[in-house]
């Protein structure tokens, strides 16, 4: 059966197709949010988020309650996090604001070093955290250079086209593909390391 090109609900993922069009829908729904003129638009009310380090972040306190035990570990029963338990944590994060929880990341740290070390949600928390502040990073220096100049580490400055790279990175096909199944901690920050790039 043909995977649609866009899954609105976490519940329907059942495969990394799934997801990409899972994450396809999220994209298009924060483009929505983000260019709705009214905050009481039903798109609008749906994100927290208007950046991608706001996402990260709100992402991050998602992280933050699977740790503590207040949020229901998602589709960790079976001891992998899973397509489906990755598409419930960010439609969780999508609604939860950033917070003003403790950085966990070295703010000086190199967002690619640290996405080798992931193993654990605490780790892909500090990943987050150090991918928000590189975002950061990139998005001032963007503004301190000419137009004439090389662009910045991250391909993607609107939360819309890169969650849109996003989508079409996991849909697409290469050997480092395969690093991608099953679906765990550390394969979700190879995933995010490709959409920061990803054009």
Avoid: K, N
Avoid at 37 to 43: E, F, G, N
Avoid at 92 to 110: F, H
Avoid at 129 to 147: I, K
């Amino acid at each position: 059966m043909p995977v649609p090109r866009s899954i609105d609900s976490w519940q329907q993922v059942e495969s990394r197709q799934g997801f990409a069009a899972h994450l396809w829908f999220l994209a298009r729904d924060s483009e929505r949010a983000c260019l709705a003129p009214d905050s009481r638009a039903p798109a609008a009310r749906r994100w927290a988020h208007r950046s991608i380090d706001s996402f990260l972040r709100g992402w991050g306190r998602v992280l933050d309650g699977l740790a503590d035990g207040t949020e229901p570990p998602y589709g960790e029963t079976t001891g992998q996090l899973g397509w489906q338990g990755l598409a419930r944590q960010l439609d969780t994060a999508r609604a939860t604001p950033p917070g003003s929880g403790p950085v966990l990341a070295d703010p000086a740290a190199d967002s690619d070093s640290i996405s080798d070390e992931v193993t654990t949600a605490t780790e892909l928390r500090r990943y987050l955290d150090a991918l928000a502040a590189d975002f950061l990073r990139d998005e001032r220096e963007q503004r301190t250079l000419s137009a004439l100049t090389a662009r910045g580490g991250w391909a993607h400055h609107a939360l819309p086209s890169w969650l849109g790279a996003w989508s079409a990175w996991v849909a697409a096909e290469s050997p480092l593909h395969a690093e991608l199944e099953p679906v765990t901690w550390r394969s979700v920050a190879l995933q995010l390391s490709a959409a920061r790039v990803y054009e």
